[in-house]
């Protein structure tokens, strides 16, 4: 009988909790859209907008590699080095050519 209450209960909680999820998303995509279109963008909603855009206009992962994003995770997981920024630049650059060739 316990159960009979608890079901429905859960089932609604988990539909509520679905719904507030979609609709956040969905706020917050029409807010970046509003700073798109009044180019007030900043740089990690401009980044959120590439990656929404992804795969509808055929983006692939490995075109999205970054300088500043590549420099950080080699300074997490090596060490910094005058030279890192550098030799990250030149790297992705050799990649970005070698893969839009």
Do not use: N
């Not at 909790?17 to 979609?22: G, N, T």
């Not at 706020?27 to 959120?48: E, F, I, K, P």
């Amino acid at each position: 009988m316990r159960d009979l209450v608890h079901l429905p209960l859960r089932s609604l909680a988990s539909w509520m909790q679905h719904r507030r999820f979609r609709t956040v998303r969905r706020v917050a995509r029409w807010r970046r859209a509003w700073c798109y279109g009044m180019d007030r963008l900043s740089a990690d909603d401009a980044q959120r907008v590439m990656l929404d855009c992804r795969y509808p206009a055929g983006w692939h992962p490995l075109l999205m590699l970054t300088v500043e994003d590549t420099l950080e995770q080699a300074r997490e997981d090596i060490a910094d080095h005058p030279e890192l920024p550098r030799l990250i630049a030149d790297g992705c650059a050799c990649v970005g050519d070698k893969w839009e060739s």
